[in-house]
């Protein structure tokens, strides 16, 4: 009986039933993942997200929807204007600014302080031309806090024993 199979029928048939059962396997366990494979390649996607045996089907659906844009026209930069600013609130700005500046400046002074030789002389001189230059700052809290900064930057970085009276001082010279 097995004398008329040959050895090429017998491997046809080995490789026909390996392959059945292999390709069974697959789409019992991988189902999903062939699914998500053959829609990737097709572009499309899919409706219906398969869950394990025993559960329902799941309706994939978009959350947000599609992305539409909206019939918005935009206007030109010309169009678009402020309101001019107040007197006090230029005022506020320009003294911020003087802040900002003085700040800056002291920071150079103290550098340059550090650089040269005799601390107290060129501290008394440079802060007082500083405060001959900023006015504006005279008599506001910009003041106390300029003053703040120069007795911390005194006594970090100068090894200078500055006080707050002294300071005040120097404004009082400058008007």
Request: no cysteine; net charge negative; aromatic share 12%.
């Amino acid at each position: 009986m097995l004398q008329h199979i040959s050895w090429m029928n017998y491997w046809i048939s080995v490789f026909l039933l390996t392959s059945g059962y292999y390709l069974y396997l697959s789409l019992v366990f991988f189902k999903k993942d062939l699914l998500q494979v053959f829609y990737r390649f097709t572009g499309r996607s899919a409706n219906i997200s398969i869950r394990h045996k025993g559960e329902h089907p799941f309706i994939a659906a978009d959350v947000m929807g599609k992305v539409k844009p909206d019939d918005v026209s935009l206007l030109p930069a010309a169009d678009i204007s402020f309101a001019p600013p107040e007197d006090e609130e230029a005022e506020i700005t320009d003294e911020a600014l003087a802040f900002n500046e003085m700040s800056a400046e002291i920071e150079r002074m103290i550098t340059a302080i550090q650089h040269s030789g005799n601390e107290r002389e060129n501290f008394a001189m440079l802060f007082q031309l500083l405060t001959e230059k900023y006015t504006v700052l005279h008599g506001t809290a910009f003041q106390d806090q300029i003053n703040s900064l120069v007795l911390l930057a005194a006594t970090r970085e100068l090894s200078l024993h500055v006080d707050r009276k002294e300071l005040n001082n120097y404004w009082i010279k400058s008007n």
